[in-house]
C-alpha cells in the first residue's frame, strides 16, 4: 500500500492526531533554530506578559520570550522520550522474542525476573535514581527506558507466545531452522503492528514521566528546559491566567493526545487475512 | 396440488467489494420446497449455498445485502418483513442448525436453558412444557440419559451429542422449515453416522420440511428428496436426488459425483523394497516423565511401521488416535519416549537438536491447515526461497529459476510468487506448502490430512498432484487422514491407529475386503457411500450408540473394547488382544478369530 493511499484509509481523528505528531516531530527537529530569542535571554521587563505581537507566546516569570523557551523545551521532552521509548520497545521486544522462542525455564526465569521489575512505580525508581547520580538528560533516558522495558516486555511476550504456537512457526522448526531464524523471520514481522501501538504508547507514558520529573525540579535542570519544567517554573502565574504556565501545559498535552490519536486510528482499522468463510 | 411451503424467486445477494465494486453472491437463484420435503442446497466453498440458506431465515451476513427476488415461508414474503417481523419469524417458523455446535453453545449456560430458550422467548409453551418436550426431542435424537442431560453445560457432551442438542433447540418450537448448515462436516465418520440417523429419524418423525446445506454428496443422498446445485451463486442443475447423483445432466454436477468417487491414483509398489523409514516400537505422548520414563498422556503406544523408498502408507483413524502425533514424532517435533525411528538405515535422533540439517531436509512435514501454515507475512517467492537456500545455498536467479519450476511442478502460475498467503485461495494454499516442501528434495514427505481442508473438487485434484510427483520424482508418503477413501486412493498400504494403537495394517488389496479388525470394519463401514438408502442399509453390528474414544481404557486391555459390538465376555476383557496375521501381509490385533471375523463382516449387505 502507497502512503497516499495509507493517509487516505486513515479516518479524521486519525490525521489530526498524525498532523499534531508531525507538528512536533518538526519543532523538535527545528524549533531552536526557529526560536527569534536566546532560550536563557531576559528580552522584557514584563514578567508573566501576556500574548502580544513581539512576544507571541508571552513572556515567563524572568521576562523571557515564552515562544523560544517552548521551541527549545519541546527538543528535550520530545529528543528524551523518543530515545527512551525507542530503547525500551527494542530492548522489551528483543528479550520478549528469545524468551518466548527458547521457551522453557529461560522463558520462565526472565518472566518472573521482569515481574519483578514492573512492580517498582516508576517514579519511585526516576526519584532513586536522581537522588542517587544526580539529573542529566543521559541518566533520565536511561531511567525511563529501565521503567518501561518491562511492560513492553509483557506486551510483546504475549504476541511472541501467540504467534509462537502457529503452523508455520512449527513448519519453520520441523525445517530445522534455528530460534534466531524463527524469532527474527517468522515471528517478528507478525507483531510489529501491535508493537508500533505500544511504541506509541511508552512514548506518552514517558513523556508524561519526564514532565512530572521536571515539574518537581529533578528533570532538565536550568538553564535548559523541557515543557515540564516550564509548567514548574511558571507556576506562579496560574493565578493570573498567565499565557506562560498555559501554553506548556497545552503543548504536553496535544503531543500525548496527537499520539494517542494516531495509533487509535493506525491499529483501529480491519486486519487483513480475516478471509474465507464456511459458504 | 397444494401449494408449496417455501418459495423462493429470483434471489439476488450482492457484497461491496474492498475496491467499492458490486459483487454478486448469489444470482437468480430460485426453488419450491413442498411441506414435508428435504431440499439439499450442494457446492463448493464460495458456491453460496450458506447465503441462500441465511436468506430464508431473512438475513444476509454483514457487508452482504439482498438486493432482489422474493423468499415466500408459508405465503408471506420474509424479506418485506420489517425488524420485529424477522425477529419473529426466526426461531419461531424458520430454524437454523449451525456448522460448529461447539461455537453456537454459550458455555456458561446448562444445556436445557439453552435448549428452551427459543420457546419462551417466543413464548410458545411455559417452562414446564418447554422442558418436557425437550427430554421428548431428547429420546427422539437417541441422546444419552434425556433425563439428565439438560442439566449438563456444553463442555460435558461430545461434539456428534453437542450437535444432536442444537437440533433439539431448533426443533423446540416446532419450526414450519429447518435450515441444517453444513451440521456433520466437523463430525468423525462414525459419529456422523449416529447425528445423521438422528436427525433423518426426527425430520421424517415430525414430517418436517428441512433445507440441508452440505458439500458432500454421499451425506445428502442419505438426507434429502431433492437437490439443488449451486456453483459460483447460480444453480446449475436442481432435480431428485436419484437424477442429480446417477444421471446427472450438468457438466459440473457430473464433475462433483465424480470427485465424490475416488479412484485409485498410485501404481504397483516397486518390486525391490527398501525400507526408508522404519519404526520399531515406538512409544510417545505429552505430559510429564513418570518415573518408568514414559510421558503422563501417551498417545502412541507400541507402534511398528515401514515405508519402502518409493511406497505411500496410509495412517487412518478418528481425531485423537495419534495420527499427527505419529507425524511429529517422525519430523521431530515430539520426542519419542522409547522405542525407535530409523531413516535411511540410520537411527534418527529423538531430538530436534541432534538432528542433522541433511536429515531435516530429507524428511518434510505438510501440514494439515494451508491457512496457517504459511507465514501471512511473507510472500510465496520468499516462503519457497527459504528451503532452498537452507538446504542447498541457492541464491540470486539460480533460486528464482527453481521457484518458477517448483511453481510449474505444483501447477500454479508464476505469477503467485509475489503474493502474499492471504490472496490465494485454500487450494493454492495448499499447493505451495506442499511446493515448499518439494523445494528440499525430500525424499519423504508427511502428508497430514492435506485434503481434509479442501473441497472435494479441488482435493481430488491435489490427490491426482501427490500421485504424479510420487512417479516422477519418486518421494515416498506417509499419508495421514480420517478418511479411508481418500487414503486407499493413493496409498499402497493402510494402518489404522486406535487410541493411539495399530489395530489393522494391510496393503490395499488386502484391506479390500474382510476379516478387519472391529474398528477398521466400523471405519470403512461409516463412510457415506454415494448410494440412496445407504444409511437405512446399515448392518446392525453399526448401528449402536458409541462412547467416546478412549473411555474407560483398561491398562493392557484391546484399546477398542468399550466400543466394540462384537466383544466377547471373558476373552476380550481379560488378557491383551493378541496380533493375528493372514498370509497375505495382514495384521489385525484382536481376539476374535479372522474366519470369524470375516464371516461376521462378509454378512453384511
Redesign the interface.
Known amino acids: 500500500m502507497s502512503a497516499v493511499s495509507r493517509l487516505k484509509a486513515l479516518a479524521w481523528p486519525g490525521r489530526i492526531g498524525l498532523a499534531l505528531v508531525v507538528f512536533w516531530l518538526a519543532m523538535a527537529a527545528f524549533g531552536g533554530a526557529l526560536a527569534p530569542h536566546d532560550v536563557g535571554a531576559v528580552v522584557s521587563q514584563d514578567v508573566f506578559g501576556a500574548f502580544s505581537a513581539s512576544h507571541p507566546l508571552g513572556t515567563d516569570y524572568l521576562g523571557r520570550d515564552m515562544l523560544s523557551r517552548i521551541l527549545h523545551g519541546s527538543r528535550f521532552t520530545i529528543g528524551l522520550a523518543l530515545a527512551a521509548a525507542l530503547a525500551a520497545s527494542t530492548c522489551g521486544t528483543a528479550i520478549a522474542l528469545a524468551a518466548a522462542t527458547a521457551g522453557g525455564w529461560v522463558d520462565e526465569a526472565v518472566s518472573r525476573v521482569m515481574d519483578a521489575f514492573i512492580s517498582i512505580p516508576s517514579k519511585m525508581l526516576a526519584l532513586v535514581m536522581v537522588a542517587a547520580f544526580g539529573s542529566s538528560p543521559a541518566l533520565l533516558i536511561l531511567t525511563a527506558a529501565l521503567s518501561y522495558t518491562p511492560g513492553a516486555f509483557r506486551i510483546a511476550r504475549s504476541l511472541a507466545v501467540n504467534v509462537r504456537t502457529?503452523?508455520?512457526v512449527?513448519?519453520a522448526?520441523?525445517?530445522?531452522?534455528g530460534n534466531a531464524y524463527i524469532a527474527a523471520v517468522?515471528i517478528l514481522?507478525?507483531m510489529v503492528n501491535p508493537m508500533l501501538a505500544d511504541f506509541g504508547l511508552r512514548f506518552v507514558f514517558v513523556v508524561l514521566l519526564l514532565s512530572g520529573m521536571s515539574f518537581l525540579g529533578l528533570g532538565v535542570q536550568p538553564p535548559d528546559a523541557d515543557l515540564g519544567s516550564l509548567v514548574r517554573e511558571n507556576i506562579s502565574g496560574l493565578f493570573e491566567g498567565a499565557p506562560a504556565v498555559l501554553v506548556p501545559a497545552v503543548a504536553i498535552a496535544t503531543l500525548t493526545v496527537g499520539v494517542n490519536m494516531l495509533i487509535d486510528a493506525a491499529t483501529g482499522r480491519a486486519r487483513?487475512?480475516a478471509?474465507?468463510?464456511?459458504? | 396440488m397444494t401449494k408449496p411451503l417455501v418459495r423462493v424467486e429470483g434471489l439476488r445477494v450482492t457484497a461491496k467489494g474492498p475496491d467499492g465494486a458490486t459483487l454478486v453472491l448469489v444470482d437468480d437463484v430460485g426453488f419450491e420446497i413442498p411441506r414435508g420435503e428435504v431440499l439439499a442446497l450442494i457446492g463448493e466453498?464460495?458456491?453460496?449455498?450458506?447465503?441462500v440458506a441465511l436468506a430464508l431465515l431473512a438475513y444476509a451476513?454483514p457487508g452482504c445485502r439482498i438486493s432482489g427476488g422474493r423468499v415466500e415461508i408459508d405465503g408471506t414474503d420474509v424479506l418485506a418483513l420489517d425488524e420485529a417481523g424477522r425477529q419473529r419469524l426466526r426461531g419461531r417458523k424458520v430454524a437454523y442448525i449451525a456448522?460448529s455446535a461447539a461455537a453456537a453453545f454459550n458455555p456458561m449456560k446448562t444445556l436445557m436453558d439453552q435448549v428452551t430458550e427459543a420457546a419462551l422467548i417466543h413464548g410458545t409453551a411455559t417452562r414446564e412444557a418447554a422442558e418436557a418436550k425437550a427430554v421428548q426431542l431428547f429420546r427422539d435424537l437417541a441422546l444419552p440419559d434425556p433425563e439428565g442431560i439438560g442439566r449438563r453445560y456444553p463442555h460435558q457432551v461430545s461434539g456428534g451429542q453437542l450437535q444432536r442438542l442444537m437440533a433439539a433447540m431448533a426443533l423446540i418450537t416446532d419450526p414450519d422449515l429447518v435450515v441444517l448448515d453444513?451440521p456433520t462436516t466437523a463430525l468423525d465418520v462414525t459419529t456422523q453416522i449416529e447425528v445423521l440417523r438422528a436427525f433423518r429419524a426426527v425430520v421424517r418423525g415430525r414430517g418436517a420440511t428441512a433445507v440441508y446445506v452440505s458439500h458432500d454428496l454421499a451425506v445428502v443422498a442419505q438426507m434429502a428428496d431433492r437437490i439443488v446445485v449451486l456453483n459460483g451463486g447460480k444453480i446449475r442443475e436442481s432435480d431428485t436426488v436419484d437424477t442429480v447423483i446417477n444421471h446427472p445432466k450438468d457438466e459440473y454436477t457430473r464433475m462433483l459425483v465424480a470427485a465424490a468417487r475416488p479412484q485409485p491414483r498410485g501404481e504397483a509398489r516397486p518390486e525391490k523394497e527398501t525400507p526408508l523409514l522404519e519404526v520399531r516400537g515406538l512409544v510417545a505422548g505429552y505430559g510429564r516423565t513418570g518415573p518408568d520414563g514414559l510421558p503422563a498422556v501417551r498417545v502412541l503406544e507400541d507402534i511398528d511401521l515401514v515405508v519402502a523408498k518409493g511406497a505411500a502408507v496410509g495412517v487412518i483413524g478418528e481425531s485423537g488416535c495419534g495420527k499427527t502425533t505419529l507425524a511429529r514424532v517422525v519430523?521431530?517435533?515430539v520426542p519419542a519416549a522409547r522405542g525407535e525411528v530409523r531413516f535411511a538405515g540410520e537411527a534418527l535422533p529423538a531430538e530436534?537438536s541432534r538432528?542433522s540439517?541433511e536429515q531435516?531436509?530429507r524428511i518434510?512435514?505438510v501440514?494439515q491447515?494451508a491457512?496457517?501454515?504459511?507465514?501471512?507475512?511473507?510472500s510465496i517467492e520468499r516462503i519457497l526461497a527459504?528451503?532452498l537456500a537452507?538446504y542447498r545455498g541457492l541464491k540470486g536467479t539460480a533460486a528464482r529459476a527453481r521457484i518458477a519450476q517448483l511453481l510449474d511442478l505444483v501447477k500454479l502460475p508464476a505469477s503467485v510468487a509475489t503474493r502474499r498467503p492471504?490472496e490465494l485461495s485454500?487450494g493454492q494454499k495448499q499447493r505451495v506448502n506442499l511446493a515448499?516442501a518439494l523445494a528440499?528434495e525430500p525424499d519423504l514427505i508427511l502428508c497430514d490430512e492435506v485434503t481434509s481442508a479442501l473441497d472435494t473438487v479441488v482435493g481430488a485434484a491435489i490427490l491426482d498432484l501427490l500421485a504424479e510427483l510420487r512417479r516422477e520424482l519418486g518421494v515416498s508418503y506417509l499419508f495421514i487422514s480420517h478418511d479411508i477413501s481418500t487414503v486407499r486412493a493413493v496409498c499402497d498400504e493402510v494402518v489404522v491407529l486406535y487410541a493411539g494403537r495399530k489395530v489393522d495394517a494391510g496393503d490395499r488389496a488386502a484391506m479390500g475386503h474382510p476379516p478387519f479388525h472391529p474398528y477398521a470394519d466400523l471405519l470403512i463401514a461409516s463412510v457415506p457411500a454415494l448410494r440412496i438408502g445407504w444409511l437405512d442399509a446399515l448392518p446392525p453390528r453399526l448401528a449402536a450408540s458409541l462412547p467416546p474414544i478412549g473411555e474407560s481404557r483398561a491398562e493392557g486391555l484391546c484399546p477398542f473394547l468399550p466400543r466394540c459390538a462384537i466383544r466377547q465376555a471373558g476373552r476380550c476383557d481379560s488378557a491383551p488382544a493378541p496380533k493375528q496375521k493372514l498370509p497375505d501381509g495382514r495384521e489385525v490385533l484382536c481376539h476374535v478369530p479372522l474366519a470369524e471375523l470375516a464371516r461376521i463382516q462378509g454378512a453384511a449387505p
Do not use: C, Y
Not at chain 1, 275 to 279: F, I, N, Q, V
Not at chain 2, 45 to 51: E, I, L, M, R
Not at chain 2, 371 to 378: I, K, S
Open positions: 502457529l503452523d508455520f512449527q513448519a522448526r520441523a525445517r530445522g531452522e517468522e514481522p507478525n487483513p487475512g478471509s474465507g468463510d464456511a459458504s | 466453498s464460495g458456491s453460496g449455498k450458506t447465503t451476513r456448522q453444513e519430523a521431530g517435533l530436534m538432528r540439517r531435516f531436509r518434510q512435514i501440514f491447515n491457512d496457517t501454515v504459511l507465514n501471512p507475512a511473507h527459504r528451503p537452507f492471504a485454500g515448499r528440499a
